[in-house]
């Protein structure tokens, strides 16, 4: 499949911004090296692509894209180049949420970039035992004994040893739907 | 046809790019990958413009020159193009430009600078990984490298090595060897293409093989500038390669008048400076020379000029190797030259000094006929001539070259006992055809070449023992490896680290008490320092012992000229004496060197006396048409290791008991392998150098 199908055929659950990082790396025109724009250009938009799913675009990242873009298409020395430019520029026209989301450091919707996945203690499940407490290294979980936890999702890393921790499955990743949730740690009801 | 650049109209020729057009116009446009030298690839886009009627920005080096085009090199979009593509480019190299060897030289650097771009909006990424410098003579630095495949087109396509490629790393795409290979193992022919096309600071001479003190070609070709004569080393010897021995001979000509005399027995110091040497032996340059003398046919002669008669004259005193060569061109500027010999024969140390098993007279007798064949005219058997009568005779310049043909006797004690002889004396009788008498067993003291000299000269006048003793030890003796090799080879007993004590006997040299030399060097105000080891002195009983530490000139006080460190002529670097007109050159001034180095002072002092005498000082010829050397040289398989070809050498056995030549000249096909290890290190400057923008 050329780089434009695989585009083309990105289902729901995938994130697109992810897709087309692989795509760009695994194109041709990364292992050439024989033209400025298409490498360099390549080269640019998967270091942008990158920190996109990281959650570490900058602003004006979009248009950085667009530049390069435009470069490729007109100024690759073969078709190649040509081709990753229109795939690039497609992909991010019919993403153009998921792509808008990212830059904005907001949301991956798929749920497959691990930096936008949040992570939630479900107030049914939970023993308020502290074991998640003692897991996360950055002191992003509130509670106290016998009180359903919380993890603040302001200080909270997705570093997802808080899920590793907890012995009774109350702890859920989630995408762009969030559970319900207490704000604040409240008595548990489950013992 | 014409096509017009930014509104000025300038010549292009048929299928010539409009960046090639507009650069010999002297128009600048901002290019990069592109070389004048190598096929355009259009990568970089530094060199984009518009062109009237064609939408969008195009790469003038990719775009053939049409009749009344109509060219814009700043346009919006063609300035887009160049400033992004340059940012790019800049956002993946090194920011340290003052830490980089090409700072100032460096086309990546001169081309921002024009262009006052910066990468900042772009994401940096450093594509860093460590220089290289375990290859021989070129390094690499490929964390510089932009990717403009100029080393690889030079490499691939110009020459024809194909060893450099694109590679891909963990880091990222970069020009470099395939297969992790190292150039030996790849094949590489050491040519430096790459080092010279190079934009930037990725591929680099070696810092140790370029020394500061010299220029760019000289440094590139350190055979030619090691020579003091400065022959063109690298282009005979690709003329040997080819089987030209007639061209080649008329380019040593150029330069010397000795060229079978030199092959024979130069001390080759362009040897030592041979870039092969980082690979392993040098070029045999010197068996070379001597290949293309024996094979020539001396076609070089229907080139050699003769200017028309001056009226001027000038007198030679001394027909050694620098008096013959300045007698030869000043003869060939229209002067009318006489040189006074001393001797029956004319050669100086060449025919008195080195023994004829390494140059025999015949060679000797045709280089010095065809020096006397521009008008020369030789007196021999004519001493004692003054410059100051000479000139008083009528002559209008003077060189005085008598050279140093008195050898040095020690102050030892029995140092004048019948059978004790100097070299110089020695090595002359023997070379007259009326040897000094010779024992059984002979001692030779000192341990340079003359020194060999004199003791394989006596191992072939009939002595059935040789010994030879000096203070050096094997490492610090001046003689050649070679000429240690062949003595030992000979039978010759060699006593390095000794000190002679006495030479023993009451009315005839009986023995020499020697002692070992712990250690032996100059101190800080260069005063030779012995410490000996106690105790370990005893006599080798010999019949005869010959003296070879150093030699003088003989006869300089009568001369009427201001002398230095004694009997040596002064002289400035003009090699003028103190008298008016008169000069000087060799052994006498510069105190005893080689012949090369006698034949180059030979030269300046022609240079110099043709120019008092009212000439333009140029002695230069050409001999053969300046041909442009093949640039494909295409891959040999272990070129790097190629091994040095030996010539025919008698065994000690053939050659010990008579004064037969010792070593075989190359055979023809010995001397085309040998020159084809040459690394034609002078390739690389018939490339085109490239222009930077403030040189438009």
Redesign the interface.
Known sequence: MSTMEKIRAIRDDQCAVDVLLKEVIAHKCN???????G???A??II??LK?FTEKKARS?DLD?IR??VY?MK??S?CEDGEELAAAVEECMETFKQDFEEHAAKKACRAGVCKKFVTYHILAEMCTGCGDCMDACEDDAILGKKKFVHVIDQDECVQCGKCMEACDEDAIVTAGAVKPRCPKKPIPCKKR | MRITIDGKEIEAREGQSVLDAALEAGIFIPHLCSHPDLEAKGGCRLCSVEIEGVEGAVPSCMTEAKDGMKVTVNGPEADKVRRTAMELMLATHPEDCTGCPKYGKCELQSMYQYLGVSPARWRKKSRSLANNDSNPLISHLFTRCVRCGRCIRACQDLRGVKVLDYIQTDIGIRAGIPDGKSLKEAGCRFCGACIEVCPTGSIMDSVKIMREDRTHAENVVPCRTACPAHIDIPRYIRYIKNGEFDKAEAVIREKVPFPETLGSICTHVCEDDCKRNELGLPMSICKLKRAAAVESTGAWKARSVKCAPTGKKAAVIGAGPAGLTAAYYLAKKGHAVTVFEKNEKAGGQLRWGIPSYRLPDEVLDREIADILETGVELRLNDGGQTPGALKAEGYDAVLVCIGTHQGARLPLEGNDLPGVYLNTDFLKASRAGTPLPVGERVMVLGGGNVAYDCARTAVRLGAKEVHMACLENEQQMTSTPDEIREGEEEGIILHSAHSFLKITGTDKVEGVELQKVERFYFDENRRAVIDLVEGSNFVVPVDNVIFAVGQRPEGTDAMGLELTHGPYIQANEKQETSMEGVFTAGDVFTGTKSVIMAIAGGRTAAEQMDRYLGGDGCIDEELVDKEAPDQYIGHIDGFGDLERVEPAVLSAAERASDFRLVEQPFTCDQAKCEAERCLQCDLRLTLTPVKLWNEY
């Open positions: 292992s050439c090296g024989k033209c400025v724009f490498y360099e250009g080269t640019q270091m942008i920190d004006g950085l530049d390069a470069m007109t100024q020395l």
